[in-house]
């Protein structure tokens, strides 16, 4: 059973930074693409970011130049470093994963960590 495990979220004040984690059991190499989600109050889940296996990302709008995403396959850990952070960054940050299987192939999900950007 795939299991992801996010970690580092807290509170910060505005212009300030913080580094999500998030580890996976086994090999991310199984995954074609890792990212990181976010659903703030009374909003939709909206993509922040992704990265696929070959090191290719995109980014939301709205964070582009201050959010990084990176893996490291070795730890089986994808990272999203987040700096400038504003108060319409608090939400809470999913990390999600995909891999083919199906019809649409498969989706799995982290449990999620607070994100709270104090102005």
């Known amino acids: 059973q795939v299991q992801l495990v996010e970690s580092g979220g807290g509170l910060v004040q505005a212009g300030g930074s913080l580094r999500l984690s998030c580890a996976a059991s086994?090999?991310?190499?199984?995954?074609?693409?890792m990212g990181w989600y976010r659903q703030a109050p009374g909003k939709q889940r909206e993509l922040v970011t992704r990265?696929?296996?070959?090191?290719?990302?995109n980014y939301a709008g709205s964070v582009k130049g201050r959010f990084t995403i990176s893996r490291d396959n070795a730890k089986n850990t994808v990272y999203l470093q987040m700096n400038s952070l504003k108060p319409e960054d608090t939400a809470v940050y999913y990390c999600?994963?995909?891999?083919?299987?199906?019809?649409?192939?498969?989706?799995?999900w982290g449990q999620g960590t607070q994100v709270t950007v104090s102005s």
């Open positions: 999600h994963a995909w891999m083919p299987g199906g019809p649409v192939g498969v989706d799995y």
């Open positions: 086994g090999s991310i190499l199984r995954f074609n693409v």
């Open positions: 990265i696929t296996s070959g090191g290719s990302t």
